[in-house]
């Protein structure tokens, strides 16, 4: 078989899988059907179909609105993946129009102030630019930080660490009242996925320490030093292959799918079979759950799907 | 009012120069002031960009005209060394004779050099040059500090782009003129600067330059002490207009108006009958002036001479030549290139870059992911201040070709991005033995993260593992290897990577279950599709050797693209 077969071969298949789990999660009920959960016990809502902005609005209705997350007077940080100096139409950044969406919820749920930062794997001042996320975060009345600056890094112990028993953490996510965390849903040559706790490791300074140090129990403990209030997955193109930085559009798969969760090894769950990863794939995962983060078993997440009209 | 016009303007390009090396949002326009300078006009003409050969033309036509206004209104060191002045107390100055042959002989060196293919002489001496150094190295960090005082968006200082020996002769070649300004007025232009003696040489006849009326003058001597250049001589009568530097400084002085800018004819000889009447208390003065006692001509002649001499004990200042490089290089294939860094992508190849570039480090600021540093000795000697690509922290960004776009002397040629997405500026080279993946067999993949082009990518290998408990030492496995790769150390077999086929064949034979697969996501280079941009270095967790290296192209060439399926 030639190369490019296989490669073609494994991308239907995969893309097969992917579709499968899709409607898996979005069986032809509507949401009415579906056993009603209060919002505030909700741990996680899928939409699918529709624009970015009304699915997030979907969605956070569905979990009792941001006033759940954000109380008036508290600030927030959000943490988006905006590493890669690529426009948004590539997805290998999230999408600006969610982050500024996000900024705008918070400020009116009555949050004193929004900062956004990453720590870009490319040139910061070329990530934030190309990405749309610096102009999206100001237009929105947030407040953009730079990931770039060590001095605003602090060493932090993690209990209950094996391999990363300290790191230096960047100040926002320590010192803020609420973390929301904005991932897009991507392929990952090196940790083979990359959704909410793979884009945890942007706020981290030294990542060439995981890289050393078993990866995917770096991955899974940078965790432990501070869970996200929010997980808002951005899965509405993933990038299927050539991940976390992707060659062209061609890598793409339009899925219109937005995830929402409280747990973090659930929603990670439920990303990775939508790229169709088999479990234990994606081994950060598996570790998360051990250190016991999250339920892992989606059948017991008190979740809602909601199908958007087309 | 035409000195103050002229300090204004000047201000103005000295600002917008400045600006251009801040590195917020360089762009293209903003390196106009930087291409209208001479040298970057001249370098591009060389390489026949028509806007270089329009700048330069300009620059010509005003200088025959004018006289040397260039040195005053537009050279930003002309600039800086006239704000320099100003730190001298008496700011009286006086006339002194011209220096021609020290000027010949910089200037001939220049020249000389530039003829035999070594532009290093000129690099150094060139006023944009050592102004645009001064920007890069020094002013652009110190914006960044005072950027982060005010309080506005991070910007991380970069004091150290220039090693110390390099911030040192910057700093040096700064010092220098202005030192020598604060001393002596415009001396440095007159004595030292190429580019003085060359548009000393066209100004000589130019008719609208400062000119002295006889007549009229009152023989106040105010004009000599407002010459920064001491090209007034009362003695004569006559303004030495190849000295001259168009700074109008006299025309403001004289209270006669004795010196204009109004057309004159510039063969005419001064008559002597023109010379005012009154001479003073003495009318000795009124005698022919004493020949001088060396003749100016010869004087140029012999500083060419001794720089012709001075040229030959510069050999080593030629670029490394294109013959020692193998040009017949495919794009997968490396010869031994380890002796230069890597040029930017747009440089084409190393010996035209060393030609062309005068090392201003306008790229270096303009560059985003701040990749280029000016070189010490990376090039040799001849590629001193020379931009290079460092890849210990950083890489050359994919969707970026800035510095092509900025450089004002066509040393970086301007790619579309599209070819410079294809433009192999130099290849990975691979060491396996010290990638974490294939010899610890943990899981990384930094590097293919990084690769914009997917030259590197995942492949997943199954290879024997080694379990040291059940192993006998018996050396079953070493014998019945099919390609020769375990021997036996220490009464453990050790395996040598790059002979292993990854068959299996001794996990079967092994008697005591001591071997078994171990199934490695391990990242694999297809080099024709490497394009040198050094992200798998810059991340490489590897220690203390990278196990990506980018080895350097002398020449440039073109990668082919991944074709996958949509």
Redesign the interface.
């Known amino acids: 078989m030639k190369r ?1 077969n296989f ?2 071969l494994s ?1 239907g298949v995969g893309a097969a899988f992917a579709l499968e789990n899709l409607s898996e999660f979005f069986p032809s009920a509507s949401a009415a059907e579906e056993p009603s959960i209060e919002p505030s016990e909700l741990k996680m809502v899928a939409v699918q179909g529709g624009e970015r902005v009304e699915m997030l609005s979907a969605a956070i209705t569905a979990m009792g609105g941001m006033s759940r997350f954000v109380k008036p007077g508290q600030s927030v940080v959000l943490k988006p993946n905006a590493s890669w ?2 426009t948004p139409e590539l997805a290998a950044n999230t999408h600006p129009s969610i982050v500024a969406h996000v900024i705008k919820l918070c400020l009116d749920a009555g949050a004193k102030e929004v900062v956004v930062f990453d720590h870009c ?3 910061e ?2 990530a934030y630019a ?1 990405s749309g996320i610096a102009d999206a975060v100001k237009a929105a009345g947030g407040t ?1 930080l ?1 990931g ?2 060590k001095s605003l890094y602090r060493e932090v112990e993690i209990k209950g660490a094996r391999k990363l028993p300290k790191a230096a953490i960047h100040s926002a996510i320590l010192d803020a009242d609420v973390y929301i965390n904005i991932p897009v849903l991507k392929h ?4 083979g996925m990359t959704a909410c706790m793979k884009n945890a490791m942007g706020i981290v300074w030294d990542r ?1 320490h995981y ?6 129990q770096c991955i899974a403990e940078t965790q432990l030093v501070r869970m996200p209030e929010l997980n808002i997955l951005d899965a509405y193109s993933p990038m299927l ?5 992707g ?1 062209d559009i ?1 890598d793409l798969v339009e899925m219109k799918t937005m995830l929402l969760s409280t747990d973090i090894v659930a929603i990670d769950t439920a990303a990775s079979k939508m790229l169709g990863n088999q479990d234990g794939d994606v ?1 950060h995962i598996d570790c998360a759950a051990a250190l016991g983060m999250g339920e892992k078993n989606l059948s017991r997440v008190p979740m809602r799907r909601i199908s958007m009209p087309a | 009012m035409l000195a103050h016009i002229r300090r204004l303007i000047a201000l103005l390009f000295l600002a917008i120069f400045i600006y251009s090396f801040l590195a917020w949002g360089t762009s293209h326009e903003s390196a106009l002031i930087a291409r209208s300078q001479f040298t970057p006009a001249l370098l591009s003409s060389l390489r026949g960009e028509s806007w270089a050969i329009i700048a330069l033309a300009s620059l010509l036509l005003l200088t025959l005209l004018l006289g040397r206004v260039y040195c005053s209104w537009i050279c930003p060191l002309g600039i800086m060394q006239d704000i320099a002045r100003h730190l001298r107390k008496g700011k009286a100055e006086r006339y002194s004779p011209n220096p021609i042959w020290i000027r010949a002989f910089f200037g001939g060196s220049c020249l000389i050099a530039l003829l035999s293919g070594s532009i290093l002489i000129l690099s150094l001496l060139d006023p944009y040059s050592i102004a645009a150094r001064f920007c890069s190295a020094i002013l652009n960090p110190l914006a960044a500090e005072l950027n982060n005082a005010l309080g506005r ?2 910007i ?1 200082p970069d004091w150290a782009r220039y090693s110390l020996p390099l911030l040192l002769l910057v700093a040096l070649s700064l010092l220098l003129p202005l030192g020598m300004a604060i001393w002596r007025g415009r001396i440095y232009c007159n004595s030292i600067c190429p580019l003085g003696a060359l548009l000393g040489l066209l100004s000589r006849f130019a008719p609208l330059a400062p000119h002295l009326t006889p007549a009229n003058c009152g023989r106040c001597a105010h004009c000599v002490q407002s010459c920064k250049s001491q090209a007034i001589d009362l003695k004569t009568m006559r303004i030495d207009k190849t000295r001259c530097v168009g700074c109008y400084n006299c025309i403001a002085s004289c209270s006669n108006s004795a010196i204009s800018i109004r057309p004159h004819n510039p063969f005419a000889s001064i008559d002597p009958s023109e010379r005012p009447a009154k001479m003073g208390r003495k009318d000795q003065a009124a005698k022919p002036r004493p020949t001088p006692s060396a003749d100016p001509a010869r004087r140029a002649a012999l500083g060419l001479g001794a720089c012709a001499i001075g040229s030959l004990a510069l050999p080593s200042c030629r670029p490394a030549s294109a013959e020692q490089e193998k040009l017949s290089d495919t794009i997968d294939s490396l010869s031994n290139n380890h002796c230069h860094a890597v040029i930017p992508p747009g440089a084409g190849s190393l010996a035209n870059f060393l030609q062309s570039c005068t090392g201003c480090g306008l790229c270096i600021t303009a560059c ?3 990749t280029l540093k000016p070189s010490l000795m990376q090039h040799g000697l001849s590629g001193l201040l020379k931009p290079h690509l460092n890849f210990r922290e ?1 890489f050359c ?4 070709n800035q510095c092509g776009n900025i450089c004002p002397e066509g040393a970086i040629a301007h790619l579309p991005l599209k070819l410079k997405q294809q433009t192999q500026i130099g290849l990975a080279e691979f060491h396996s033995e010290r990638c ?1 993946i294939w010899a610890d067999g ?5 590097c ?7 030259a590197l ?2 492949r997943k290998v199954s290879r024997p593992k080694l379990i040291a408990k059940n192993c006998t030492g018996c050396g079953l496995c070493a014998k019945r290897c099919y390609a020769q790769a375990i021997s036996i150390h220490n009464g453990l077999p050790v395996i040598d990577w790059a002979k292993c086929t990854g068959c299996g064949h001794c996990i079967r034979v092994c008697p005591h279950q001591a071997l078994d697969y171990d199934r490695l996501h391990a990242p694999i280079l297809n080099k024709k599709l490497c394009i040198g941009c050094g992200g798998c270095e810059a ?1 490489c ?1 590897a220690t203390p050797k990278r196990a990506l290296i980018i080895t350097a192209r002398a020449q440039h060439l073109q990668t082919e693209i ?5």
């Open positions: 490019r490669i073609q991308f100096d690529k794997c490319d040139a001042q070329l190309s953009m730079s770039a600056d990952h040559g090196g940790a060439l890289h050393h140090n078993d990866l995917h292959r050539n991940g976390p930085k060659k061609n081994r | 968006s991070f991380q985003p992911t701040k950083s960004a994919f969707d970026c974490l943990v899981e990384c993949g930094a293919i993260e990084h690769c914009p082009t997917k990518y995942i991340i967790p991944k074709k996958e399926s949509p």
